[in-house]
């Protein structure tokens, strides 16, 4: 009408508050200019259109130390926490390298090492039944277990998410089980679905194709409970995802997008690839493939009783 602009002033608060969406849909439209209090190169404000780009080069460095120097930044980074300090202060909707998951201590496999010999492997699905992009997908991770460098390890092995009917989930999990991993070309032992109205039919279609599945609701399907049952693993840095073998010192591409939900939780768009990790290490660690150290009290589902006693039958 007269040509007006819109300016949007704001802290971040999730991946899809105000500015998260208009990132992801009108980014091009908009002009976007982020300063966060401690420059971080990854999301410094590029040169825009303006003629402005933040003048500071290394890491951590202040965005304005007259105003507001290091004993109060510090003073303020203590007040406000984890969250608090990446939303008003970095511009970011949950911490560099994770808030409740520290995924700066997922550890690589490094690219050209042959995976090991598993004890175990197994297929986690978050199932949802929707060809709609706007609903949440079907999600899959795929974990083995391992014993290296005198600790039992969880590596990622696959992991995808997507929107789609029930037939063609159905036939995407059974496709998915012929799949084998390591130096053994060990199959999955077992499929894991959670245990939910859509998981249902998946496991009775299973069973009937003969195929080794079992329905699980870890630590009563509560998020933040089973995010904190894992945590301790990442901690110990128990927790791999194999190196790309394009981009040395990164994880896989087809990584990424579990890793990004597992950095933003509980801020994220999406969490389904990391329901499906939560589940899988829950089920992983209660049944004694796992042990991050730390004394915490399992779930009691009669399985880790009835398998707590666990050996690498391929390392004799």
């Excluded at 997908?137 to 929107?163: M, Y």
Aim: aromatic share 10%; hydrophobic share 35%; charged share 25%.
């Amino acid at each position: 009408s007269r040509n007006a602009k819109t300016v949007v002033i704001m802290q971040r608060l999730h991946e899809q508050d105000v500015s998260g969406l208009i990132l992801d849909r009108f980014g091009k439209e908009y002009e976007h200019l982020c300063l966060p209090m401690r420059f971080e190169q990854s999301i410094a404000a590029k040169t825009t259109s303006l003629g402005f780009k933040d003048p500071r080069s290394v890491d951590g460095a202040l965005l304005w130390p007259e105003l507001f120097p290091e004993k109060t930044v510090v003073k303020l980074e203590a007040a406000l926490g984890e969250y608090g300090t990446a939303g008003q202060l970095q511009q970011r909707p949950a911490p560099s390298g994770g808030g409740k998951i520290k995924t700066a201590k997922i550890q690589k496999w490094p690219a050209g090492k042959a995976l090991p010999v598993f004890d175990y492997v197994l297929q986690s699905w978050d199932t949802a039944f929707s060809e709609k992009t706007t609903g949440d997908p079907s999600a899959l991770s795929v974990w083995g277990t391992a014993r290296h460098e005198g600790k039992q390890i969880a590596i990622l092995l696959d992991c995808f998410a997507q929107n789609m009917g029930y037939p063609a989930l159905k036939k995407r999990v059974i496709e998915e089980w012929p799949s084998t991993y390591g130096l053994d070309a060990r199959r999955e032992d077992t499929i894991l679905v959670e245990q939910k109205a859509s998981g249902q039919s998946i496991l009775q279609d299973l069973r009937q194709a003969g195929i080794p599945c079992r329905g699980y609701n870890p630590h009563k399907a509560d998020k933040m409970v089973r995010t904190h049952a894992v945590a301790p693993l990442f901690d110990a840095e128990l927790i791999y995802i194999p190196e790309s073998t394009k981009n040395k010192g990164e994880f896989v591409s087809w990584a990424k997008p579990l890793l990004k939900e597992a950095e933003l939780f509980p801020n994220g768009a999406h969490d389904d690839l990391w329901d499906t990790t939560t589940q899988a290490l829950i089920f992983l660690k209660d049944a004694g493939w796992l042990a991050s150290g730390f004394v915490e009290e399992a779930e009691d589902d009669g399985y880790a009783d009835e398998h707590s006693s666990r050996r690498n039958p391929y390392a004799e």
